[in-house]
């Protein structure tokens, strides 16, 4: 990844900005694989209540084919999970059968596990007005009912849209050279397993009960948000009770009004002087 001042970074904090599940979250964002009693460490004392694993697109699932890599993947998210934390794991939409077969039912079916498939599409608001994301099978009518049509407008929806400008108050706790393979010889053969004298239980708690279950994801006052469609009958009874005259219509249109600002009571009333004045 290309994130300037974040080459050698291998952890650091901030809140969830993306708007998955955990949106909003404490965060503490793990690059690569790292040792699992530093990130609980970390954790613990940025409070953070999520662990964002493959951070900075840095999960590659054509590891996990090794069963000792995928051991370690499958303990690390599994001890989290036990604790209370959310983890979020982002890959490659393309590898999601592969990560699929390698992680336990345990995983797949926790509340608080969010796998985050990233879809990288270059363009997308200039491309073509009528792009359309497809979610779809791995062939015809084999594991699933059917496939997904998203048209550009429902993908680029502003309650899920999240700026590049709202990444920037992520703070560096972590940074060190270990490669994956020095980590994997590290872990192997030692079990991951939680060690009460070393867990602070009133931070476990407090844990479980800032995460609650939440899957909604969005945020009802983003920064980036679009304005909101209005709906169009409102805006008519809004206007007709500002507009008194056709001087006043014409002020709102110079404004940039874009409905008939003089509206259906407005005329009624044109037409009850009209009739008057004959």
């Not at 690059?31 to 662990?51: N, P, S, Y």
């Not at 009133?202 to 304005?227: F, H, R, W, Y």
Request: hydrophobic fraction near 35%; proline fraction near 3%; aromatic fraction near 8%.
């Amino acid at each position: 990844m290309s994130r300037k001042g974040y080459e050698e970074v291998v952890i650091y904090v901030g809140t969830e900005a993306e708007h998955t599940p955990a949106f909003s979250k404490k965060t503490l964002f793990v690059v690569g694989l790292q040792f699992t009693k530093d990130i609980e460490a970390l954790a613990q004392e940025h409070k953070a209540t999520h662990i964002f694993l493959g951070a900075n697109y840095s999960f590659d699932a054509s590891k996990i084919a090794n069963k000792s890599v995928a051991n370690l993947w499958n303990e690390q998210i599994t001890y989290f999970l036990d604790l209370g934390y959310w983890v979020s794991l982002s890959y490659p939409a393309h590898q999601h059968k592969d990560i699929l077969e390698a992680f336990t039912s345990d995983i797949w079916q926790s509340k608080r596990f969010v796998p985050v498939l990233s879809v990288k599409i270059p363009k997308i608001q200039t491309s073509n007005p009528n792009l359309t994301v497809k979610i779809d099978d791995t062939d015809f009518d084999t594991t699933n009912p059917g496939v997904w049509c998203m048209h550009y407008h429902e993908v680029t929806d502003s309650n899920r849209f999240t700026g590049w400008n709202e990444y920037v108050n992520d703070e560096i706790v972590k940074v060190n050279k270990l490669t994956m393979e020095g980590i994997i010889k590290e872990h192997f053969g030692k079990k991951v397993k939680t060690d009460p004298d070393n867990l602070q239980s009133k931070e476990v708690i407090n844990i479980s009960s800032a995460n609650a279950i939440d899957i909604t994801g969005l945020d009802p006052n983003s920064i980036s948000m679009l304005k909101p469609e209005t709906d169009e009958k409102e805006l008519n009874k809004q206007v007709q009770v500002k507009i008194k005259s056709v001087e006043d219509a014409a002020a709102m249109y110079a404004e940039g009004a874009t409905v008939d600002s003089i509206g259906m009571e407005a005329t009624k009333k044109a037409r009850t002087k009209a009739k008057k004045a004959q």
